[in-house]
C-alpha cells in the first residue's frame, strides 16, 4: 500500500497546485489546477478563475455593461476590469502569480502560465485512452472541509467509477462530459483526472451533482422535527483532454 502511495498519491500531490484568484474591487475564488509541461504551463477551468459558471457570467453586471464585441473578447475585457492577481500555490507553498495564456468559456477551461519559469514537475497527458463504463478513476484536489477556509484547506484524494457519458451544460456550454459515481466538492474545480493508479492525466473536473435527504420525524411529545442529511450519493463531471483538444484551441501547442 505505501509503494502504492509513493506512485501514485506523493506523485500527484507534488505536480497539482491550490488556485487563488483575488478581484476588484474584493472577493476571491479558490480551486484546483496541474502543470502540464516543463515551461510552466498549467490547466484549471473557466469558473475558477472568472468565480462564476459561463451561465451566471452572463448576468454579472460588470460583463453586461461590456458591449459592442464578440462574447470571448468581451470576457477579455472582463479580465482586465475584474481579476487583480492569479495565483498559485504549489506544493512548496510557496505562491507565485501566473497569468491567462488562453481560455474557452464553452468548454470551462484556462490555460495558465507562470511569470517565473521555475522548475515546476508537470504531469503527462492522456489524450487517446479511451474510457468505458465501469472504469476506475481517481482526482485529487483542495475540496472544501469543515473548520477551513478556502487558502487552508488541505489536498484531498477522490476515488469512483464512471457511470455514464452524457450531453450536459456543466461550468460552460452544453458538450460531453464523463460522468463519475463518487462524491465533488467545492473546491476540486480544476482537478487532474486519471485511470486508476495512472501518472497521465486523461480529464479536469469540473462540476458536481449532489443529493441529499430530508425527512420529518416525530419528536418528544410528538412534536414533528426536520432532520436533513447527506447520503452517499454523489455525482462528479469532468471533461476529457481529448475533448478539449479537438474543440479548442488550448492544447494545440503540446
Known amino acids: 500500500m505505501l509503494e502504492l502511495f509513493e506512485k501514485t498519491v506523493a506523485f500527484r500531490r507534488k505536480r497539482v497546485v491550490r488556485i487563488i484568484v483575488t478581484y476588484r474591487p474584493e472577493g476571491d475564488s479558490v480551486g484546483t489546477g496541474f502543470f502540464i509541461d516543463a515551461e510552466g504551463d498549467l490547466l484549471t477551468c473557466f469558473h475558477v478563475v472568472f468565480g462564476k459558471e459561463l451561465r451566471n457570467m452572463r448576468n454579472d453586471s460588470v460583463f453586461q455593461a461590456i458591449t459592442g464585441q464578440d462574447e470571448h473578447t468581451r470576457l477579455e475585457q472582463y479580465i482586465q476590469q475584474r481579476i487583480s492577481k492569479i495565483e498559485i500555490e504549489p506544493f512548496n507553498g510557496l505562491r507565485e502569480e501566473v497569468e491567462i495564456k488562453k481560455f474557452d468559456e464553452r468548454y470551462d477551461v484556462v490555460l495558465l502560465t507562470t511569470k517565473v519559469k521555475n522548475d515546476h514537475r508537470w504531469f503527462r497527458l492522456n489524450l487517446e485512452t479511451r474510457t468505458d463504463y465501469g472504469d476506475e478513476v481517481e482526482f485529487g484536489g483542495f475540496p472544501m472541509a469543515v473548520g477551513y477556509r478556502g487558502v487552508q484547506v488541505p ?85 476529457s483532454l481529448n475533448t478539449i483538444m479537438q474543440n479548442t484551441e488550448i492544447l494545440n501547442e503540446i
Open 155 to 239: 489536498f484531498a484524494v477522490t476515488k469512483g467509477i464512471i457511470s455514464t457519458f452524457l450531453n450536459t451544460q456543466v461550468g460552460g456550454e452544453n458538450y460531453e462530459h464523463i460522468q463519475i459515481n463518487g462524491v465533488n466538492l467545492e473546491g476540486n474545480s480544476g482537478a487532474p483526472l486519471f485511470l486508476k493508479d495512472s501518472k497521465k492525466v486523461l480529464g479536469i473536473i469540473n462540476g458536481n451533482m449532489i443529493r441529499g435527504f430530508q425527512g420529518r420525524f416525530m419528536g418528544v411529545n410528538g412534536q414533528p422535527f426536520d432532520l436533513s442529511f447527506a447520503i452517499p450519493l454523489g455525482i462528479t463531471y469532468a471533461t
